[in-house]
């Protein structure tokens, strides 16, 4: 699917009822387009979003164009006004500058931080997901070690690469 005209795309915070939604579309894009071999069985978090995301400074927002999820986003609390960026995925149709869905993603992200004093961003990655790793450093974030990472930052099996904003 490719999407022609600049859709009309809103932003929200997840609601109980998105889950399945929400599990579709992280898993097509992890095994369909990064052959990253994982289901939901191996995110718990998927599970119970709420539970897993809504506490302290955490929170998950989601893109919805014409009723349907084509993006998230999530912010996991790891205490001393630092978050962990989470579950960022855009439908390929949905992806570029052009629509700008992750960027709309990572805005409410980031001043959602700033209203609750959050001080630093961290996130993990892999190594093969190039354009992430553009889109982040276009975004303010910056490589480093992750033997730098604060101690409550959940590490991924599959994260190679990771990085921070300081807000």
Not at 119 to 135: K, Q, S, V
């Amino acid at each position: 699917m490719t999407v022609q005209a600049s859709p009309h795309i809103t932003l929200r915070p997840y609601q109980a009822g998105d889950e399945q939604a929400i599990g579709e579309l992280i898993t097509t894009i992890q095994r369909d387009e990064f052959n990253v071999p994982l289901s939901l069985d191996d995110q718990p978090d998927l599970a119970d979003i709420a539970g897993f995301y809504g506490h302290g400074t955490g929170g998950f927002w989601v893109a919805i164009c014409a009723d349907q999820i084509v993006g998230t986003i999530a912010l996991l609390d790891i205490t001393n006004q630092q978050t962990a960026l989470r579950k960022m995925f855009v439908a390929k149709a949905y992806r570029g500058s052009a629509i700008g869905v992750a960027k709309r993603l990572l805005e409410n992200l980031i001043s959602e931080c700033r209203q609750k004093n959050v001080t630093e961003i961290f996130l993990g990655t892999t190594a093969d997901f190039l354009a992430a790793h553009r889109f982040y450093e276009k975004n303010g974030f910056k490589q480093f070690s992750k033997t730098d990472l604060p101690p409550r930052f959940p590490i991924m099996a599959v994260d190679s690469r990771f990085y921070r904003l300081e807000l």
